[in-house]
Nanobody, 115 residues
Framework: QVQLVESGGGLVQAGGSLRLSCSAS????????MGWYRQAPGKQRDWVATITRGGITNYANSVKGRFTISRDNAKNTVYLQMNSLKPEDTGVYYC?????????WGQGTQVTVSS
């Protein structure tokens, strides 16, 4: 059974930082690129960043230069370091494979950035 568990969200002031973590089942982590996605209140879920198994990364323009995605293959964990946070970064953050598999969506972790 595939399971993705996100953690690390919270309330932070604009300009602050957070580090999100996602623990993934080994069966998907070992063969897939992984991604972070977010859903702002009242909006659709959008892609944020991707990392391949080999470590190649790609970012949405809105977070490029501020966010860093990384992965620890030994721990089956993918991270999202978020710096210089802005109020528009507020939302629920999810990890999934890249591209995402619909049945893999977890509960996500809430990130709230106050101005």
């Amino acid at each position: 059974q595939v399971q993705l568990v996100e953690s690390g969200g919270g309330l932070v002031q604009a300009g602050g930082s957070l580090r999100l973590s996602c623990s993934a089942s080994g069966s998907i982590f070992s063969i897939n690129a992984m991604g972070w996605y977010r859903q702002a209140p009242g909006k659709q879920r959008d892609w944020v960043a991707t990392i391949t198994r080999g470590g190649i990364t790609n970012y949405a323009n809105s977070v490029k230069g501020r966010f860093t995605i990384s992965r620890d293959n030994a721990k089956n964990t993918v991270y999202l370091q978020m710096n210089s946070l802005k109020p528009e970064d507020t939302g629920v953050y999810y990890c999934n494979t890249a591209p995402p598999e619909q049945s893999y969506w977890g509960q996500g972790t809430q990130v709230t950035v106050s101005s």
